[in-house]
């Protein structure tokens, strides 16, 4: 898409950092392979703003060898994203490649530790961080998805062209981190890259449909969340999934917490959390995905192991005992 006709709020804000941008295009043009990275248990924003990058890349610069690593996802792998490539040891030891590490703050979990071995690294985010973790670094904090910036990043670079494609998967992380457009973090720049997005003939409907597709076990599961919530004395419904009850339903911790959203409009409830028993032997725990009305509730979940923004954050516990806690401490916010 032409700079002449970007919307001048994307156009400002790429002034604003004019700097970091300029870091990020000639960390590109430098390194003739590339790899793009992002968190663990991938949700919409992470594997779109990966997805993003790397086919903007492949449309703009066909002569790069370029690539996209981590963990697939349970269900959105194969029906939305297409399986992660499975990179050999030896290619991230033997060669040298430019990292470009999306939508996630932390080196811990970043969801392939070899970007280690890059010669260079390259951050594009929007959580807070407790340690930088590249030399090139983008990260807004107040935006409503990495995908969000990572799409400012490349619309606002002169010559460069932002494809159906690209546009396609940008749109999907910042509809999945905005809820849709209905957080707090949603903003006019986050309308105008939508804009410029549909701008290059993205058509919404079978996005829309691919995205929030369901099976019969998923309203199955549904039924039971239905019946089994609970909601506290100042307005925190909560949701538990046991292992044997996943097991039941058929369904997986990650799948257990598509339904958290059930509860975002209902009067008289202003957080709402699904907490699912993960398995996984290398860190049993329960995980917690929580989301609200208007407090911040990321103070919350630091507290509990977790992190994330105002109004979407996750935690775990490590056993159902300090349950009450947790939701006596979420439910002391709305007190007032």
Same mark, same amino acid.
């Given at each position: 898409m032409a700079a002449s006709k970007l919307d001048s709020i994307i156009l400002e804000y790429g002034k604003a950092h004019k700097k970091e941008y300029k870091a990020i295009y000639r960390a590109i043009e430098r390194y003739d392979k590339i790899v793009v990275f992002r968190h663990l248990k991938p949700d919409y924003d992470a594997q779109g703003t990966q997805m993003g990058v790397y086919t903007f890349l492949k449309d703009n610069f066909p002569e790069k060898e370029i690539h996209y690593v981590g963990d697939n996802h349970v269900t959105f792998t194969p029906r939305l994203f297409p399986e992660t490539e499975n990179l050999s040891n030896d290619w991230f030891t033997s060669n040298k490649f430019l990292a470009i590490i999306c939508d996630v703050g932390d080196p811990e979990r970043i969801a392939d530790p070899r970007f280690k071995h890059a010669k260079y690294k390259v951050k594009i985010d929007h959580h807070p961080c407790k340690k930088e973790i590249a030399r090139a670094s983008v990260c807004d904090t107040e935006l409503a998805a990495a995908a969000e910036l990572a799409a400012d990043i490349f619309l606002n670079w002169k010559g460069k062209t932002m494809s159906v494609e690209a546009a396609y998967w940008f749109y999907i992380g910042i509809v999945g981190d905005s809820g849709r457009f209905l957080f707090s973090s949603t903003s006019p720049h986050t309308f105008s890259v939508a804009q410029a997005l549909l701008a290059t003939g993205l058509k919404l409907s079978p996005l829309y449909q691919k995205m929030y597709e369901k099976d019969i076990d998923s309203l199955r599961s549904l039924a039971y969340v239905l019946s089994h919530f609970q909601v506290s004395p100042h307005g925190v419904a909560y949701y538990c999934l046991p292992k044997d009850v996943q097991e039941e339903l058929h369904i997986t911790p990650e799948q257990g917490k598509e339904h958290v959203n059930t509860f975002s409009n209902i009067? +008289? &409830?202003?957080?709402?959390?699904?907490?699912?028993? $993960?398995?996984?032997?290398? $860190?049993?725990?329960? #995980? &917690?995905?929580? #989301?609200? *009305? +208007? *407090? $911040? &509730?990321? +103070?919350i979940a630091n507290k509990y192991e977790g992190g994330g923004h105002a109004q979407a954050s996750g935690a775990k516990i490590k056993d159902l005992t300090v349950l009450p806690r947790f939701i006596a401490d979420l439910d002391a916010l709305f007190a007032e």
């Open positions: 009067r +008289g &409830i202003n957080a709402w959390c699904s907490i699912t028993e $993960d398995p996984n032997p290398k $860190d049993y725990c329960w #995980r &917690i995905s929580i #989301r609200s *009305k +208007g *407090k $911040d &509730i990321s +103070g």
